[in-house]
C-alpha cells in the first residue's frame, strides 16, 4: 500500500473540508485545491483500506468528461496546475490526483440522472410502480433501458449519512422552479451525451450524479467529479442482459465481499482483503482505459 494516498497532507494551504474520497484546500478566495485520495467508501461508510492509484483513475476520468462536455455547460476547472499551488515537498501528494477549481456556491441537491431501471429506482418501482414519483410503465424489467432519462434528485448528506431520493418538486421548494429545470435540463443533457459516446467504448452508462454551482453571475457550473466510476453505475456491454444487474466497473467487488462478510453497514468498516482490493483496483484501471483509450 506504499503507493496509496488514504489521507493527504497539505500543510501549505488551509484544509476546508475532507469527504468521503476528496480533501479540499484553499488556495485564496477564489480558487480550491481539491485532492482525489484512494479512499473507498461504500454503503456511505469509509473503509479504513485504500485502493491504490483510485485517486489517479477518477482524476484522469473526470478531466476527460469536464473537456468533453465543456460546451454544453462551464465546469468548475481553472486550468491551473496544482503543483503550482502547493510547496515543493507536497507536489507528490497532487501529482495525477488533483484539480484547482473556482470557488462556487454548491446547490443542495445531487442531480440523478437513470436511464436505466437498477438499484433503488427498481426497489422502488417494484413497489410503487414509480421511480422517485414518476410514474413509469408496467412491466418494466429489472436493468431494462428507460423510456428515457429520468431526472431524479436526492438530498446531499454529510459524511456517514444517508443521501435521500426527493421528488420534482421537493426540489423546486429547495432551489426554486426556474434553477430547478436548468439543473433538470442539464443534467439530462450531459448524460445524453456522455451515455452515447461510452456506448462506442463499450461501456453502458446506467445512472450517474452531478454536482452543481453558481458563480457571481448565477452561471449554472458544472462541479464536484462527473461520469466516474464512483458517481456513475458502469456496466461492461458485452456482460448486458435485461433481467438481471450486470457487473459494474466500481467497487462492487467490495460491496458483494462486505455484505457476505456479516459486516452491520455502521461505522467503522472492515480491513478489505488483498484480493479484494486488487480487484477493484482492476476495474477501475479498465473503465479507465475503456473510457479514453
Request: glycine share 8%.
Amino acid at each position: 500500500m506504499t503507493d496509496a494516498l488514504y489521507e493527504s497532507s497539505i500543510k501549505s494551504l488551509p484544509l476546508i473540508h475532507r469527504g468521503k474520497v476528496r480533501d479540499i484546500y484553499a488556495v485564496d478566495d477564489k480558487r480550491m485545491l481539491i485532492v482525489t485520495t484512494d479512499r473507498l467508501s461504500a454503503f456511505d461508510v469509509v473503509m479504513p483500506t485504500p485502493i491504490p492509484g483510485k485517486g489517479r483513475v477518477l482524476t484522469a476520468v473526470a478531466d476527460f468528461w469536464f473537456r468533453k462536455l465543456a460546451h454544453i455547460l462551464p465546469n468548475q476547472l481553472t486550468g491551473d496546475a496544482p503543483e503550482n499551488v502547493v510547496a515543493a515537498g507536497e507536489r507528490g501528494q497532487v501529482e495525477g490526483r488533483a484539480v484547482v477549481v473556482k470557488r462556487l456556491k454548491a446547490l443542495p441537491v445531487e442531480a440523478i440522472v437513470r436511464g436505466y431501471l437498477v438499484g433503488s429506482g427498481w426497489a422502488d418501482y417494484q413497489e410503487t410502480g414509480k421511480v422517485c414519483g414518476i410514474t413509469l410503465p408496467a412491466g418494466l424489467q429489472q436493468a431494462g433501458k428507460l423510456p428515457g432519462p429520468l431526472f431524479t434528485p436526492s438530498t446531499k448528506a454529510a459524511v456517514g449519512a444517508h443521501d435521500e431520493n426527493i421528488d420534482y418538486a421537493a426540489c423546486e421548494r429547495l432551489l426554486g422552479t426556474d434553477l430547478t429545470a436548468r439543473v433538470r435540463d442539464a443534467a439530462i443533457a450531459l448524460y445524453k451525451e456522455a451515455a452515447d459516446y461510452a456506448l462506442t467504448r463499450g461501456i453502458i452508462i446506467a445512472d450517474t450524479k452531478f454536482e452543481f454551482g453558481l458563480d457571481e453571475n448565477g452561471t449554472l457550473t458544472l462541479i464536484d467529479e462527473v461520469l466516474t466510476p464512483d458517481s456513475s453505475r458502469f456496466w461492461p456491454v458485452d456482460q448486458y442482459a435485461v433481467g438481471s444487474n450486470p457487473p459494474s466497473f466500481d467497487k462492487q467487488y467490495v460491496r458483494d465481499w462486505l455484505s457476505a462478510s456479516g459486516w452491520n453497514k455502521q461505522p467503522p468498516g472492515p480491513e478489505l482483503p488483498a484480493d479484494v482490493v486488487a480487484r477493484t483496483a482492476e476495474k477501475y484501471d479498465e473503465a479507465l482505459r475503456r473510457l479514453l483509450g
